[in-house]
């Protein structure tokens, strides 16, 4: 209930009719503290007791560390509760159809929170795209400048990441007080406490607890032309990058997805970049560099487009441009649009069923930069054809205590 989780705990709390329950953390001080707003919310560090104690409450919002997002998430489906979950959804890609899976038993209302998916920026993107604004699109580059993850002291300075690490410390440091590390690990395999894993967003490059940057941002950014081109699963993805690293996620690498025709929309190629790594079109200087951003390339046009802002090219070709009628429903935010659903019943704009193909497209981009091959992924099967080391990262045998099944 620190970080996402007090964000998301402010956000829902202005419907007043929502009352908090209980809350979880690892961390009692942060209970504590938390507590004091919510003084009639029973505590818990454990969010196993929590499930099973509160067997009468109408929802769970789960804002953990990804590694355990799915430990929260189908035990309170399996219970038949609304789920609001942050992003990404899962850790692992067979977590991800193990929680669409549940959520389609529950029969629920579910989001993933991607905030930037309820914005009015991106859906007018989609509408624009889904009109032919600019024809067939045959392409899409999406690009970060965050660079977390493995590389030398000078380029974390350089790229401004909070700490540098080129490998995983031998060494134990002292746990911060009142955490519960043990907890904190969770399904994840041990490892001895140490200052680079944490406080948030540290662990984000280490395999054990996350998928790096890919994982992170592409839940957001791949969202849009994931959304705006109907993507579902990849057919082939190829990853480049420094050689990886068996414990940490790269600072910088970009990978291609190759899809199918989908209903009336052409075959597409999608292609990622993170760090500094950059689109021909952006570091030739023929699109505006907006530090990160969505390029959609169609037979008519271009559409540029970040968390904010978007725009049609060539500007003068598109001046006299007549927009469609808005048809994507406006969203009070994806909390509120969450508790509204559960209130009411009504839809999500992020559901598992949308947010686990996502995710789990994301996820294939990952197998393909760890095992440094061109995947060719059955996206029903859930299996990487003649690749044995991407099908082991497919999923992930949990500690003892812990289990999906």
């Given at each position: 209930?620190?970080?996402?989780?007090?964000?998301?705990?402010?956000?829902?709390?202005?419907?007043?009719?929502?009352?908090?329950?209980?809350?979880?953390?690892?961390?009692?001080?942060?209970?504590?503290?938390v507590?004091?707003?919510?003084p009639?919310?029973?505590?818990?560090?454990?969010?196993?007791?929590?499930?099973?104690?509160?067997?009468?409450?109408?929802?769970v919002?789960?804002?953990?560390?990804?590694?355990?997002?799915?430990?929260?998430?189908?035990?309170?489906?399996?219970?038949?509760?609304?789920?609001?979950?942050?992003?990404p959804?899962?850790?692992?890609?067979?977590?991800?159809?193990?929680?669409?899976?549940?959520?389609?038993?529950?029969?629920?209302?579910?989001?993933?929170?991607?905030q930037?998916?309820?914005?009015?920026?991106?859906?007018?993107?989609?509408?624009?795209?889904?009109?032919?604004?600019?024809?067939?699109?045959?392409?899409?580059?999406?690009?970060?400048?965050?660079?977390?993850?493995?590389?030398?002291?000078?380029?974390?300075?350089?790229?401004?990441?909070?700490?540098?690490?080129?490998?995983?410390?031998?060494?134990?440091?002292?746990?911060?007080?009142?955490?519960?590390?043990?907890?904190?690990?969770?399904?994840?395999?041990?490892?001895?406490?140490?200052?680079?894993?944490?406080?948030?967003?540290?662990?984000?490059?280490?395999?054990?607890?996350?998928?790096?940057?890919?994982?992170?941002?592409?839940?957001?950014?791949?969202?849009?032309?994931f959304?705006?081109?109907?993507?579902?699963?990849?057919?082939?993805?190829?990853?480049?990058?420094?050689?990886?690293?068996?414990?940490?996620?790269?600072?910088?690498?970009?990978?291609?997805?190759?899809?199918?025709?989908?209903?009336?929309?052409?075959?597409?190629?999608?292609?990622?970049?993170?760090?500094?790594?950059?689109?021909?079109?952006?570091?030739?200087?023929?699109?505006?560099?907006?530090?990160?951003?969505?390029?959609?390339?169609?037979?008519?046009?271009?559409?540029?487009s970040?968390?904010?802002?978007?725009?049609?090219?060539p500007?003068?070709?598109?001046?006299?441009?007549?927009?469609?009628?808005?048809?994507?429903?406006?969203?009070?935010?994806?909390?509120?649009?969450?508790?509204?659903?559960?209130?009411?019943?009504?839809?999500?704009?992020?559901?598992?069923?949308?947010?686990?193909?996502?995710?789990?497209?994301?996820?294939?981009?990952?197998?393909?930069?760890?095992?440094?091959?061109?995947?060719?992924?059955?996206?029903?099967?859930?299996?990487?054809?003649?690749?044995?080391?991407?099908?082991?990262?497919?999923?992930?045998?949990?500690?003892?205590?812990?289990?999906?099944?």
């Amino acid at each position: 209930v620190g970080g996402r989780g007090g964000a998301n705990l402010k956000e829902m709390t202005k419907d007043s009719s929502v009352q908090v329950a209980a809350i979880c953390d690892i961390n009692p001080k942060t209970l504590e503290r938390v507590s004091e707003s919510y003084p009639s919310a029973r505590k818990y560090v454990d969010l196993r007791r929590l499930l099973d104690d509160l067997k009468d409450i109408d929802g769970v919002v789960v804002s953990t560390t990804e590694h355990t997002h799915a430990y929260a998430t189908v035990p309170a489906l399996r219970q038949g509760k609304p789920v609001y979950c942050e992003k990404p959804l899962t850790y692992c890609i067979a977590e991800s159809r193990k929680v669409m899976q549940a959520a389609i038993e529950a029969n629920v209302p579910t989001q993933m929170g991607t905030q930037i998916h309820a914005s009015s920026n991106y859906h007018r993107v989609v509408e624009l795209i889904q009109s032919g604004a600019i024809g067939d699109v045959s392409e899409a580059h999406v690009w970060v400048s965050r660079a977390w993850g493995w590389q030398s002291p000078e380029d974390a300075l350089t790229n401004k990441d909070i700490v540098s690490v080129t490998d995983r410390p031998k060494e134990e440091s002292p746990v911060p007080d009142g955490i519960d590390w043990d907890l904190w690990i969770g399904p994840a395999p041990y490892r001895p406490y140490n200052e680079v894993y944490l406080p948030g967003p540290k662990w984000y490059r280490w395999w054990d607890f996350a998928n790096g940057t890919l994982s992170d941002l592409g839940a957001h950014m791949i969202d849009l032309p994931f959304w705006a081109l109907k993507l579902d699963s990849p057919r082939f993805v190829e990853a480049f990058g420094p050689e990886p690293h068996p414990e940490l996620a790269p600072a910088s690498m970009r990978a291609t997805y190759e899809y199918g025709p989908r209903g009336n929309m052409p075959a597409c190629k999608l292609h990622w970049y993170q760090g500094s790594e950059k689109p021909p079109l952006v570091r030739d200087g023929l699109v505006p560099n907006w530090g990160s951003g969505i390029l959609f390339v169609g037979s008519k046009g271009m559409l540029l487009s970040d968390y904010g802002k978007h725009v049609l090219m060539p500007e003068e070709k598109f001046k006299d441009f007549e927009r469609p009628a808005p048809w994507v429903p406006d969203s009070p935010g994806q909390q509120l649009e969450w508790v509204q659903a559960v209130k009411n019943r009504t839809p999500t704009a992020s559901p598992f069923s949308y947010a686990g193909l996502l995710t789990m497209g994301n996820l294939v981009g990952v197998l393909a930069y760890r095992t440094g091959k061109r995947i060719e992924w059955d996206g029903e099967k859930l299996e990487a054809k003649n690749n044995s080391f991407a099908n082991s990262l497919v999923d992930r045998k949990p500690r003892a205590g812990w289990s999906l099944s």
